[in-house]
């Protein structure tokens, strides 16, 4: 049997950060991963921005979540040896005189005047379509891609890593002191899991707002930029040249798999900002794990407290993730109480409906 203080499930981007955050506090992991090739973080572009929204709104307690992202990922980049954070420039293509309009409304106010801009002069402009012009949003990347499998390779390294698929019914709860799951035992397991905590029957109270995003792969020839292009749909530079196109948004869907109507919808929106022919490589859909407030989702299940969550990243996995699982590590360090807004007594305290 072996003994640990905590299992995970799931090392899409919650996982990894909550068991780095636990170990670096002192306690002992498993994490379970089936690595699921469409899992929302093996998809996604790992998109930092400090605005959301067609408003320009400063993205939720950016100030915090930035350079703690920043200095976690920086030291990862370190301890395993790749490139994950890459700050760059989102140049922001206005789609209307409306969204022009509303950024420059915003211009004065702080988080305008230090993360964003409007350029002396356009750029790209053999290939882009900008009637209405561009801002230059400070933003950042994180390559997923490189930190996923590196990170994998470190818990395999510490015996940390189970590679397969997690299967709720052999969970069992002894006296309510600890878990077991087939040869392993620990005090509590927090599920990391993403879209797929919503089919979990521990966690039915909670409103989950799952939506399945598609992107595709294109290749511009000719074009060679390191910043973000984002107009109704974001370009996303790949280290093979190529470019991550994406991402649609949908809440009613059959399956996980990508949709020629899909394809359809994001094409149509890179030929609005493209002047220039493009090939299409490949496509790729995944689901995003959301509550229903767009808030994260945090701790430990009210009747059944070995019991734990981790879950809710939404859009903003990558900005997210660093610091709050940080928190959530203190919190189980009783080192401080959950934040209400991120705490999953939230559902649990709502009327039934
Ligand atoms: C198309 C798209 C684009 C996106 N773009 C961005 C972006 O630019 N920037 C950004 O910050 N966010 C983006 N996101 C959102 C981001 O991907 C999510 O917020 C984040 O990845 C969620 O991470 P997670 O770890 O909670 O879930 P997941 O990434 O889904 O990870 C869950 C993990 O659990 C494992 N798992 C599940 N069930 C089991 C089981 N029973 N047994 C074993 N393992 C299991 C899976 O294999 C997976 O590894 C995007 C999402 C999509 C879909």
């Known amino acids: 049997m072996k003994q640990v203080d905590y299992i995970i499930v799931g090392q899409g981007i919650a996982g990894t950060m909550l068991s780095w955050f636990l170990m670096k506090r002192g306690f002992s992991v498993v994490v379970i991963d089936d690595g699921k090739k469409n899992s929302a973080s093996r998809v996604a572009a790992g998109i930092i921005n400090p605005v959301s929204g067609r408003r320009f709104e400063p993205a939720w307690l950016y100030e915090e979540i930035f350079p703690f992202a920043k200095s976690t990922y920086d030291e990862l980049s370190d301890l395993l040896k790749i490139n994950i954070l890459i700050e760059r420039n ?56 490189n930190l996923l499998p590196a990170y994998r390779e470190m818990l395999i390294s510490k015996e940390a890593l189970l590679d397969e698929h997690f299967e709720l019914s052999q969970l069992q709860l002894v006296d309510n002191v600890q878990v077991t799951y087939h040869h392993i035992t620990a005090k509590k397991i927090i599920f990391c899991d993403g879209a797929a905590a919503a089919s979990n029957s521990y966690f039915e109270a909670i409103k989950f707002l799952p939506n399945k995003g598609e992107v595709l792969i294109i290749r511009i020839p000719g074009l060679e930029s390191s910043d973000i292009i984002k107009k109704s749909i974001t370009l996303v530079p790949q280290p093979d040249g190529q470019f991550w196109a994406g991402s649609s948004f949908a809440w009613d869907y059959p399956d996980e798999l990508p949709t020629a109507a899909q394809r359809a919808v994001l094409e149509e929106k890179i030929q609005q900002l493209l002047k220039v022919p493009y090939e299409v490589t490949d496509q790729r859909a995944a689901v995003r794990p959301s509550g229903h407030d767009r808030r994260p989702i945090a701790g430990f299940h009210p009747e059944y407290p070995l019991i734990g969550i981790f879950n809710g990243l939404g859009t903003k996995g990558t900005s997210l993730a660093p610091l709050m699982a940080d928190h959530f590590s203190r919190v189980i360090a009783g080192e401080t109480e959950i934040m209400p807004e991120i705490s999953v007594n939230r559902y649990f305290n709502m009327p039934r409906q």
Do not use: C
Not at 107 to 112: L, M
């Open 90 to 145: 989102l140049w922001t293509v206005f789609p209307s005189a409306q969204m022009r309009d509303a950024f420059k409304a915003k211009a004065d106010k702080e988080t305008n005047g230090k993360y964003a801009e409007i350029p002396q002069q356009l750029q790209y402009e053999e290939y882009l379509q900008q009637h209405f012009g561009a801002a230059v949003i400070k933003g950042a990347t994180v390559n997923l891609k």
